[in-house]
């Protein structure tokens, strides 16, 4: 059979109104009726590049040729007149609605809905459901339904509207193992009818299991496209992750202290109630930086929650400087020397309409250092000490008094670091502290982290930047579903064995 | 601060007009009806003090409100707890007490009362996350008729059956302005407005209040409790609403006491929202929002009173509006049109306000 080229992607260029590039002139071709596996790390570019050719979002520069023809779409509805649909990680359902009125919706042509169009719809979808083999409860609401049945009502909705080149963004992720079989029989059947598919992900076993051909992205461009026979896991995490290796930070060559923070058979679960930390036991010890390195949403978000006392510790011990912490809360756990720095600043690290020294007391407001006999805040004394937070930790702010929101990414973070640095904790927790930020801002936080390790603090890192967890970390664990695959002094560790260690391979 | 100030102006101004163009359409005029409504509200010690007595309550029916807003919640539970914060002080007239003393104890009656309505909002809310909208008014509806049963049965006056027992003159505010309905109780709705300013922003528990109201997940992460500030923004909020029932018995001469068709409580919780919007959700902007409110209703008397004779020039009609002898002749429906005009007008920049809020909340999840 001879291949026929479905879309041609050329040059494609993606910048966000915030100016980061998230994809430097990708080129994609996607031959009619097959599997093809895009793969990368965490902001590598690949749901930029599916929400482009779905018509999500407009690109910067660049072609796509559909069946030869170029095209250019101004939206989702544009892309899927001309059979291209995509399931986004993050289903687009309306959960109260049932099945069937999630299908339809949007298909109202117009006029509404009547009984008969129901009845005649209705009809059709169950014959894709009889053809496809993808059976759904039409009549029941989305949000009882299973998550991998949604995900079967995402894709029904993109069968309705005649797609022949279907997109899914990481439609492993949420799935169990049994779903996950079932996903990719549905997907070889599809390939047989003819229909296209995109396959985003980061698990090297499944695009090895299910594609017929692999994109790899880096940090926004193409690091290499390969026929799945081809390929290997290993020369996959190659290419996901790179081969260069960066030259450690500089650092005191002290031997590590006591332990400050330790974690012994820790089970926590997720929001849905899956266990998303499954039997980690680890030790920070002062002086040492542990960096956990991972995709995110491997139980990242839940273990630190559980350590910060945001979160049910379901079985297991923890302990920070010996003692036992479960039941705390988090004002508790700061009061016994924990700072945390939470992944996402803008929503969990700040308050935003709140002005730099509001922000600056957020979780201390109620010490006594600040306030006076009748429990009433001592701005006086909270400007000043703002003042030495802006001082030290360079933070650019017209005033005390701006309000966060107004600050730089790199100025709010540094308001955040700042903030918990000077709770002078033994235990800091520290999840993606340089995301998103320019290079002056990185290194200074990178630098601040090493500087308060080589004054003895035990610090946890969680980072879905490798090379940020290589260049930091004294000792690394690799974290895949809720578990480590491996914990072990930096230095033992290379780029390629983390690499399939990340996609869940372990290395022989 | 400018900016919230010359958009509530622009709003006044737009409620004006809108106000002018409909009495144009019912053929009055509108120059004479305003000219008469500001002098009604405002021409003379006592239509100020009317204007005050009419703000005293709304002044702590909108701090109900905007305690609530500043953590995040939409309470509008003032109107029940008014209802029973209202019973709760004249209840304090069924022992006696003396003069001062029964007038704080009255005023915990009700304080107490309408923190208690509110703890079913707040426990249901904590516990089992039921809307505080949905829980208060419903609670709102219970309060009718709980208030109707206890004012027609246990605090009933024996001669007099449509209205409760008078309160007892020792548990009485001073009367201001003799011959108006202002008393001390405006000192007290003022003060509370600036306490509650000072907490919001100037103490520790004040502070996680807005904390909570602005970003409910950094708030957690930092170690408040959500649930500890959701009970306490309620219970507060119970609070100021039954202090605002009170105001109207302890606190409102000629009447001192509560009639069976709650006729002159109704409204005061619901109107409270209006006032905090006006306010833009500020505790001292709530004490101008309440004047101008109690101004409104206050000047509509005086634009009921017929207009000067149709033959004299303008210029002296308009002064005959002016010294007061003479009003427009509004119709009574009309100006209710009008009033709820201006009201709405006027408290849209502080509505967008909160829709602006609530979509920032929405988007940051």
């Known amino acids: ?293 991972g995709v995110e949403g491997n139980g990242q978000t839940e273990l630190l929650q559980a350590l910060a006392g945001l979160r049910k510790i379901e079985s297991g011990k923890v302990a920070i400087n010996g003692k036992d912490i479960a039941g705390l809360g988090p004002r508790e756990l700061f009061k016994m020397g924990l700072a945390f720095v939470p992944e996402d600043r803008r929503r969990l690290g700040l308050v935003l309409d709140f002005s730099v020294a509001e922000n600056g007391i957020l979780g201390m407001e109620d010490d006594k250092k600040y306030l006076g006999r009748l429990r009433q805040l001592l701005w006086t004394k909270i400007f000043q000490y703002t003042r030495r937070l802006i001082e030290r930790f360079g933070i650019l702010t017209p005033s005390v008094t701006t309000p966060a929101k107004y600050l730089s990414g790199g100025n709010q973070q540094r308001l955040v670091v700042g903030r ?58 690799v974290i895949y579903q809720g578990g480590f695959m491996k914990v072990a002094p930096a230095k033992e560790l290379d780029r390629r064995t983390i690499g399939l260690m990340m996609g869940g391979v372990m290395p022989t | 601060m400018a900016r919230p100030l010359g958009e509530t102006a622009l709003a006044i101004v737009v409620g004006l007009l809108v106000g002018a163009v409909i009495m144009l359409l019912w053929n009055y005029d509108p120059l004479k009806a305003y000219i008469a409504l500001f002098r009604g509200a405002f021409g003379g010690v006592d239509q100020w003090a009317s204007t005050l007595s009419m703000a005293t309550p709304l002044i702590l029916t909108g701090l109900t409100f905007l305690i609530g807003v500043k953590a995040g919640l939409f309470n509008i539970g003032a109107e029940g707890q008014v209802y029973l914060g209202t019973a709760g002080a004249v209840a304090a007239s069924l022992f006696s007490l003396p003069p001062g003393v029964h007038l704080l104890v009255a005023l915990l009656f009700s304080m107490i009362i309408g923190a208690l309505w509110s703890l079913p909002a707040a426990i249901l809310k904590a516990t089992r996350g039921v809307h505080e909208v949905i829980s208060t008014i419903m609670l709102n509806w219970i309060a009718v008729w709980l208030t109707r049963y206890l004012v027609n049965f246990p605090l009933v006056d024996a001669q007099r059956a449509e209205k409760t027992i008078t309160v007892a003159p020792t548990s009485r505010f001073p009367v201001l302005v003799p011959g108006t309905e202002l008393t001390l109780a405006i000192a007290l709705s003022v003060v509370a407005a600036v306490v509650v300013y000072y907490f919001l922003w100037h103490t520790s528990l004040g502070y996680q209040f807005r904390a909570v109201g602005l970003n409910p997940e950094a708030s957690r992460y930092a170690g408040i409790s959500q649930l500890r500030i959701i009970i306490l923004a309620l219970v507060m909020g119970g609070m100021t609403a039954g202090l605002a029932g009170a105001t109207q018995v302890v606190g409102r001469p000629p009447t001192w006491a509560l009639y069976g068709t709650l006729a002159n409580i109704i409204n005061l919780g619901f109107n409270g929202l209006a006032v905090a919007m006006i306010g833009r959700t500020h505790p001292i902007g709530s004490i101008f929002a309440a004047i101008f409110f109690g101004g409104l209703y206050t000047g509509a008397r005086q634009m009921q009173i017929p207009p000067p004779p149709s033959t004299l020039p303008y210029a002296e009609q308009l002064a005959e509006v002016v010294s007061g002898g003479r009003g427009a002749g509004v119709s009574i429906e009309l100006i209710g049109a009008i009033q709820g005009v201006i009201v709405l007008a006027v408290a849209v920049p502080g509505a967008l306000d909160l829709i602006r809020k609530y979509l920032r909340r929405r988007r940051g999840k």
């Open chain 1, 1 to 293: 059979m001879e291949a026929v080229s479905a879309v041609r992607m050329k040059g494609i260029v993606k910048i966000y109104p915030d100016g980061t590039e998230a994809l430097r002139g990708v080129d994609f071709d996607l031959t009619k009726g097959e599997i093809h596996g895009l793969l990368g790390e965490n902001g590598a570019g690949k749901t930029t590049l599916a929400k482009i050719l779905s018509g999500l979002l407009p690109l910067t520069a660049g072609e796509i040729y559909l069946n030869g023809r170029g095209l250019r779409f101004s939206g989702p509805w544009e892309a899927l007149k001309e059979g291209i649909g995509m399931v986004y990680q993050h289903f687009a359902l309306v959960r109260p609605l049932t099945a069937i009125q999630n299908i339809l919706l949007g298909q109202e042509g117009g006029r509404v809905l009547s009984r008969l169009d129901v009845k005649d719809a209705e009809k059709q979808v169950v014959e894709i459901m009889e053809q496809s083999g993808l059976k759904v409860p039409l009549d029941a609401a989305v949000e009882l339904l299973p998550i991998g049945v949604q995900q079967r009502v995402e894709i029904l909705k993109l069968l309705y509207r005649r797609a022949n080149i279907l997109i899914l963004d990481e439609p492993t992720s949420a799935l169990t193992p049994v779903e996950v079989d079932a996903l990719f029989e549905m997907l070889r059947q599809f390939k047989k009818e003819g229909k296209t598919v995109v396959f985003i992900t980061h698990k090297l076993r499944e695009v090895m299991d299910i594609t017929d051909k692999i994109t790899v992205l880096r940090k926004g461009k193409v690091a290499g496209v390969l026929p799945t026979a081809e390929a290997t896991p290993e020369k996959l995490a190659e290419l996901m992750v790179g081969t260069k290796s960066l030259p450690t930070a500089s650092r005191s060559e002290k031997p590590f202290g006591e332990a400050v923070l330790s974690v012994e058979k820790l089970q926590v679960r997720n929001d849905i109630g899956g266990m998303a930390a499954k039997d980690l036991s680890f030790q920070v010890r002062s002086g040492e930086i542990l960096g956990i390195a």
């Open chain 1, 420 to 477: 918990e640095l000077n709770k002078e904790p033994s235990l800091l927790l520290v999840a993606q502290p340089t995301r998103g930020l320019d290079v002056a801002a990185t290194h200074f936080i990178r630098d601040l982290l090493i500087k308060m390790r080589d004054q003895g603090k035990a610090i946890l890192l969680v980072s879905a930047d490798l090379d940020e967890v290589m260049q930091l970390s004294d000792t690394m664990a």
